[in-house]
């Protein structure tokens, strides 16, 4: 298959890496990332050890071949300059597979793609960019995607060609729900872990952090079930606490981007959640308190 990663920076490269494989698979990155992988290769250490040969790019269109599927995996906040980017340059076979963090980033697809070539997913893996052309994978993890129309039938192809690749992938029936999941997930271990600057297990050694990390589960899941998306909140605490535990080595992608001076997510994961909950009157006074804090931060 004829793929696209577009917004190869950390785990965009892992995955791309990966595909490659099996896969004819184009990075589209950074400059000096993509000068690097050129040059001498893409490097991944840690969990996994790599070193391929693999094209990129910093131009879409520059590409040789006609992409089958563009797997979008920028920030949040530049969805929608890359989806417009991305659509100029795609047929209508192609399909879009939203790998990104945020609430919002479907949204900004639908509006420009049609719904029955888009997918989204979320992912598990953490990785880390270490310099140009060189990335570490710090810890294993299970990747979900779906579709959003019933007549999609390129997921369960899609989630094939992950497994080939030994990216392990499970299909979703509810994809939109399982994206809630992880931004509550999120919202609870990114923002505290990006103020504090701390690794995501400290938020279960420090009883303070620990109760804070609680109350703003809890809130962000009461937004998550005025939508009606029915979770419970014990289980989404529950699975809070396992993803600290899993990573509890990992510094989370808030906290990298702060410590290297760029914009954060803070909008798309919290800001999102402030959105919807004034929208159904529920008190998110937490969320919206960490959206100042990681702002305060970044400044």
């Known amino acids: 298959m004829n793929i696209v990663i577009y917004g190869a920076g950390a785990i965009g490269s892992f995955f791309g890496g990966l595909l490659s494989k099996n896969n004819n698979v184009v990075l589209i ?28 790019d910093d131009d879409i269109e520059k590409i040789s071949f006609t992409p089958d599927l563009v797997v979008l995996t920028t920030k949040s906040y530049d969805t929608e300059k890359a989806i417009n980017v991305i659509k100029k340059n795609i047929n209508e076979r192609a399909f879009v597979l ?40 710090t810890g294993f993890g299970k990747t979900i995607i779906g579709k959003l129309e019933k007549n999609n039938s390129k997921v369960d192809e899609i989630a094939k060609i992950f497994n080939k690749s030994e990216i392990q992938t499970e299909i979703s029936d509810n994809i939109a729900r399982d994206i809630w999941i992880k931004g509550i997930v999120n919202s609870s271990i990114n923002p505290v872990t ?15 952090l620990e109760n804070m990390i609680e109350k ?43 410590k290297h001076s760029k914009m954060s997510e803070i909008d798309s994961i919290n800001g999102e959640i402030v959105k919807k909950g004034k929208k159904e009157k529920i008190e998110v006074s937490l969320n919206e308190l960490l959206v100042y804090l990681v702002k305060s931060k970044s400044s």
């Open 29 to 56: 990155g950074r400059k000096k990332h993509v000068e690097a992988i050129n040059k001498y290769g893409l490097k991944i250490e840690g969990e996994t050890n790599l070193n391929i040969k693999i094209s990129a």
């Open 98 to 137: 939203s790998l990104q963090n945020g609430l919002n980033n479907l949204d900004v697809i639908k509006k420009n793609i049609d719904n029955n070539r888009i997918m989204a997913g979320i992912t598990t893996h953490g990785c880390l960019f270490l310099k140009p052309g060189s990335i570490k994978h």
């Open 194 to 208: 990006a103020f504090f600057e701390c690794k995501n297990g400290y938020l279960l050694k420090n009883p303070i």
């Open 216 to 258: 703003i589960c809890y809130e962000s899941a009461k937004v998550a079930n005025a939508i009606e998306l029915n979770l419970k909140t014990d289980d989404m605490l529950q699975t809070t606490k396992n993803v600290i535990n899993d990573t509890s080595e990992n510094y989370s992608s808030m906290l990298q981007s702060i």
